[in-house]
């Protein structure tokens, strides 16, 4: 019986060994180690032997089924582990295959440079005013201190739909359509849109484009205020290391009235192209509002005061992105406006 | 304005400071200097000769050898092209080594087998504009006066060693359309003192007034002068006014017409002369025209006049339009002898009216429109007399023959210093701002802690407390000025909700793969009211630049059609834009156009192409339908929406909706028709345009949490065969009604039409799913409730399949 033991126990090792995969495995299991197979019969048959041997056979079967398992358990893993490799091997890809992309659009660059300002605005405490494109003659320019007449309509030839309405030729309107909504109190907006001029289209100008203007209204508010106001825009917009400067200019709604350099972003103020070697670009026109527009409003100009600011839209966003000519801002094609997608900085 | 340095020095002292320093100062504290102009341009080796004698070239018809003195005993030849050279002339000649602008280098050279040892040469050649060169010498060489020495300097001599600084003026410092204007501002900026002209001259015994009456009857003219010149000899001007003019950029005529222009730059002040023998009625009478009038102006061009125009006449016809243009009756000419001053102060408006409507904008007519200095308009018609009588010879009769009601007191203006600092956010002392005021020339006084100011006539602008504010603040120097934030604000900044929605918007447009156009607003007549579910009355221009840009529309689409159209054409296998802008429908009962803010898309060509894993997708409607709904999703509207069928012009009557929020049309989506895509040249498009301030005015509830079921679904399938044109909306509508309160969800899982179906239907299957938050439900249960579902189909006549 020993000897039939250690036979079976030479089989099974055997087979086990030849296993090339976990189902023939699993056979070698079942026919040595199963309820049916020789060991258990062996097993069945011990009652057979006398007394004094049963003990010793039953530790010997036990050997030899524990030394079967554990080879089996060795083999098993052996095998499982082979399985997962081919499978990874198998299942292996070229990962420098272009993935699907989703499709993604973006905002056009002339909303992109609006909404950073309004955020910047916003983030001052400003609010955000809008209105009409088509206007009256009278938000347009009498309120703003441009009677009719005044020589200083010619500086924007203007579309007239009617002696007494037209297309905006700024946002200024929604200055005063907010100053007599606001009967007297404060006031600190900020008005994007677009608005309209006379002009042929060509490289630098553009019949439509938009502009972004600033109206601060207050008991003492100051020039300091609004010099530092734009020295905060002007480092969102362009970096941190611009410096601004200030020169006198004319606009009939602020007096006294500026213009608006800064520093030259590309050659730091050394002089290039961009800023026709003069190492400063001018950016905008600003001013403290002049008095015959706060009192047509209804403000006292005695008691408040207050600044404004224009920025044409256009021009931060070709100086910003180096952009040429101003007509790709309302061509839309699409190879210009998916450029504007990635992020900054 | 053109202000040559070399004229400026006659009134102020600028020595010792270089051009680009001036230039740098000037713009720095007012006046914008657009460019400095060098009028030299690098030009060498160019001098004064004497053309000694003139031949005909013997080989060339239209050239001249000439033999020209340069020099003490130097003579040379040169060969001459200009009709006008002549033996006897002073001229200009680049001698070789020359350079003359425009890179042209003079050497020795032979022009048809004849040596030329240089050139002599025309002003344009010298590089001054052709339009102010003297028309006598316009076509040829320039001449120099007679006593002009060879081999002396041209270059001087015609006033080139100058450098003129170009002026970009805004309409307020029209103080500075003249010399001695940029002279006090000059003066101001630099601490300096202003030289005027003196004027003195004699007189004979005659009076003026014995030549000449002068009567008024406009208020448009307060006032008007007359003087009364003699014996003048009409002459080429002296060379230093011809240089001065041609550096303003005025072309000279003769001494008179050179002395008014050279008074107008110098004062701003715009004079006229008449020949008084022309004028026939020793009489001038200053009126508004009658209807229909004409006059004949010096460009001889016949104009007819409106009531409201001023005129100058005779007292019988107009000879002049007021501060406009003269008249070729009375124009001075070579032989005219006794000249008609007049210096007048015009009603800027007036003028402005006038010069554009007869489209006559001119040196003199800018000027009275911007209004000129009241106190300067006698004086320059005594600097005309004081000129007319040393460079043209005239004999000035006594007196000045005027009409004046010209009110010419100073504007006084009040001001306190803490006014000025606080408006600044400054701190300068009351010693810098008089000294500032001081520098300006401004009549100053400070009493009581308040200035008291009186600012000269020639500082029209200078009117209020901010205009004080303007001057210290521009010649402190603005960079002086601190940098501070507001003060005291009480409002929180912020997005309104529509702000924040209208941003929510483009993201979600965005997210789906659409680039943001922004399109034009103006459009043609013919595109305003296309892509509309109902078109409205359209805005249009007065004056439309072109048909194309004429009139406001109504849809963002007609653009973002042709958009798509210009990208296809460029070889885009793929468009998807999105604009948000405003239509303009209709009138209000303030006369202007209602105005809706839009959101619009454009989806045209290839919508997925993931190419080597052979993944190919052409839009179709659904996409943009699933666009929209996206967007109603985010904005949590998506329960309150239906699509309807509609018709619209320019989109395919199979394939368009009305879009309804709350049962109201909102917006439109369809494909574009077929005759449109041939037109514009695109494959299968599909569009959609919402009223954006309709539908992000919707008001939603409050976002509150829904708890996530604990107990399963059951689902039941159901497929109906229905005729082809019955939408499954409305199916889908039954089974919601029909359906318990257990039902939760209804999707449509397949549709077909084909061999299999019976011709003219189609087969709809919908999976319904039912669910209780609260429990498992039992078959029964579900059994009953889908049994109510089949029963309202079956009684709305559909065929279970
Ligand atoms: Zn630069």
Redesign the pocket.
């Known amino acids: 019986m020993e000897q039939q033991l250690k036979q079976l126990e030479q089989e099974a090792l055997a087979k086990l060994q030849a296993a090339s995969n976990l189902k023939e495995l699993n056979d070698v299991r079942v026919a040595y180690l199963g309820k049916k197979g020789p060991i258990t019969d062996l097993l069945k048959g011990m009652g057979k032997l006398s007394p004094e041997e049963r003990p010793k056979m039953g530790a010997l079967v036990n050997t030899v089924r524990e030394n079967v398992t554990a080879q089996l358990e060795e083999k098993v893993a052996v095998l499982e582990e082979q399985a997962i490799y081919e499978q990874l091997e198998k299942e292996s890809i070229d990962l420098t295959l272009p993935g699907r992309k989703v499709r993604q659009g973006n905002r056009h660059p002339l909303t992109r440079v609006i909404e950073e300002i309004e955020d910047l605005f916003v983030s001052m405490g400003y609010e955000i005013a809008e209105g009409p494109e088509v206007e009256k003659d009278y938000y347009n320019f009498e309120a703003l201190n441009l009677p009719k007449g005044h020589p200083a309509r010619d500086m924007q030839d203007t579309f007239y739909i009617t002696e007494e309405t037209l297309l905006r030729t700024h946002t200024s309107p929604v200055q005063a359509r907010t100053m007599e909504l606001k009967k007297g109190e404060p006031i600190r907006i900020i008005c994007p849109g677009k608005v309209f001029r006379r002009d042929n289209d060509d490289a630098t100008h553009s019949h439509q484009f938009m502009q972004i203007e600033g109206l601060v209204i207050g008991e003492n508010i100051r020039m300091s205020d609004l010099k530092g106001t734009l020295d905060a825009l002007a480092k969102k917009m362009f970096g941190d290391d611009r410096e601004i400067r200030l020169r006198p200019s004319f606009f009939p709604f602020t007096e006294p009235s500026v213009e608006m350099d800064i520093s030259?972003?590309?050659?730091?103020?050394?002089?290039?192209?961009?800023?026709k070697?003069?190492?400063w670009?001018e950016i905008l026109g600003a001013g403290m509002v002049h008095p015959n527009v706060l009192e047509m409003a209804g403000y006292d100009s005695k008691k408040v005061s207050g600044f404004a600011f224009g920025i044409g839209a256009e021009r931060i966003a070709m100086l910003k992105y180096g952009v040429d000519d101003i007509r790709h801002f309302y061509t839309n094609d699409s190879r210009f406006l998916s450029q504007f997608h990635r992020t900054e900085r | 304005m053109l202000v040559s340095l070399n004229w400026l020095k006659q009134y102020v002292d600028i020595d010792g400071i270089a051009a680009e320093e001036l230039a740098e100062k000037i713009t720095r504290s007012g006046i914008e200097v657009d460019a400095v102009i060098d009028r030299s341009k690098g030009m060498t080796n160019v001098v004064v000769g004497h053309v000694v004698s003139k031949e005909k070239h013997p080989d060339a018809d239209k050239l001249n050898v000439c033999q020209v003195e340069v020099g003490e005993g130097d003579i040379r030849q040169i060969i001459c092209g200009a009709p006008n050279v002549a033996a006897g002339q002073k001229v200009i000649v680049a001698l070789p080594g020359a350079r003359l602008p425009g890179g042209v280098k003079i050497k020795k050279a032979k022009m048809r087998g004849q040596e030329s040892n240089g050139m002599i040469c025309s002003l344009q050649e010298l590089g001054v504009e052709g339009r102010v060169v003297p028309k006598k010498y316009a076509e040829g060489i320039y001449v120099l006066p007679e006593d002009t020495v060879p081999g002396s300097d041209a270059l001087e001599l015609i006033g080139l060693r100058d450098t003129v600084l170009e002026l970009g003026l805004t309409p307020n410092r029209s103080d500075a359309l003249s010399m001695l204007g940029v002279a006090y501002e000059v003066a101001a900026i630099l601490s300096k003192e202003v030289k005027l002209p003196e004027i003195a001259y004699n007189t004979i015994s005659e009076k003026a007034e014995d030549y000449i009456k002068v009567r008024v009857e406009a208020k448009e003219n307060p006032l008007y002068a007359a003087k009364v010149v003699k014996n003048v000899k009409i002459a080429e001007s002296p060379l230093w006014l011809q240089q001065y003019l041609m550096a303003a950029g005025v072309r000279p005529h003769n001494n008179v017409v050179d002395i008014t222009n050279y008074i107008l730059m110098e004062y701003g002040q715009p004079l006229h002369a008449f020949d008084y023998d022309a004028l026939k009625t020793n009489e001038i009478l200053v009126r508004l025209a009658s209807e229909g009038e004409t006059i004949v102006t010096l460009d001889d061009q016949e104009r007819t006049l409106k009531a409201h125009n001023l005129v100058i006449t005779n007292g019988q016809e107009p000879v002049a339009i007021a501060g406009v243009m003269g008249g070729a009756n009375s124009e001075v000419t070579t032989d005219t002898t006794t000249v008609v001053i007049e210096a007048a102060y015009f009603d800027g408006f007036s003028v402005r009216r006038t010069s554009k409507e007869l489209g006559l904008r001119s040196d003199s007519s800018a000027r009275f429109e911007k209004g000129v200095d009241p106190n300067r308009v006698l004086i320059a018609g005594e600097r005309a007399a004081q000129l007319l009588a040393e460079l043209a010879g005239g004999e000035v009769l006594e007196g000045t023959v005027a009409v004046d009601d010209l009110d010419k007191s100073p504007a006084r203006v009040v001001v306190s210093p803490d006014f000025i600092n606080n408006r600044l956010g400054m701190k300068i002392s009351l010693e810098e701002m008089l000294s500032i005021l001081n520098r300006l020339q401004f009549d100053v006084e400070a009493a009581n802690g308040l200035l008291i100011i009186d600012a000269p006539t020639r500082r029209q602008d200078i009117k209020i407390e901010e205009d004080i504010v303007e001057e210290i603040a521009r010649l402190y120097g603005y960079d002086e000025i601190p940098m501070t934030l507001p003060e005291g604000n009480e409002q929180i900044g912020g997005l309104t909700p529509y702000q924040e929605k209208r941003r929510i918007a483009r993201n979600v447009m965005e997210g789906a793969g659409l680039l943001q156009a922004v399109t034009y607003s103006l459009t043609s007549d013919e595109l305003a009211q296309k892509f509309t579910l109902k078109a409205e009355d359209t805005t249009r221009l007065l004056m439309p630049m072109s048909e194309e840009r004429s009139t406001l529309r109504q849809s963002l689409l007609p653009h973002l059609v042709e958009a798509a159209s210009y990208n296809i054409a460029r070889k885009a296998d793929s468009v998807a834009l999105y604009e948000i802008g405003s239509v303009f429908l209709g009138k209000t009962e303030e006369e202007l156009p209602f105005e809706e803010e839009h959101l619009a898309l454009i989806v045209s060509g290839k919508w997925v192409d993931h190419a080597w894993q052979g993944e190919k997708l052409s839009v179709d409607f659904f996409i943009a339908k699933g666009i929209i709904e996206s967007l109603f999703e985010k904005l949590g509207l998506t329960d309150r929406v239906s699509f309807e069928k509609a018709s619209v012009d320019g989109l395919h009557p199979g394939q368009t909706a009305a879009i309804l929020l709350d049962g109201e049309k909102v917006g439109l989506i369809g494909g574009l028709h077929p005759t449109e895509r041939k037109r514009y040249d695109l494959k299968e498009t599909f569009v959609a345009e919402l009223n954006l301030n309709a539908v992000l005015a919707a008001q939603v509830e409050e976002l509150v949490y829904v708890s996530v079921p604990r107990f399963p679904a059951i689902t039941r399938d159901i497929a109906l065969e229905l005729d082809r044109s019955k939408p499954a909306g409305e199916i889908i509508e039954i089974i919601r009604n029909a359906g318990t309160k257990l039902l939760k969800e209804v999707k449509v899982f397949d549709v077909y039409e084909g061999d299999k179906m019976e011709a003219g239907k189609k087969s709809v299957a919908f999976s319904l799913t039912y669910f209780d938050p609260e429990r498992t439900l039992t078959d029964e249960e579900v059994v009953s409730a889908h049994n109510k579902v089949l029963k309202a189909l079956t009684e709305a006549g559909a065929e279970l399949r």
């Open positions: 030259c972003f590309k050659c730091g103020g050394n002089g290039c192209n961009v800023c070697h003069t190492g670009i």
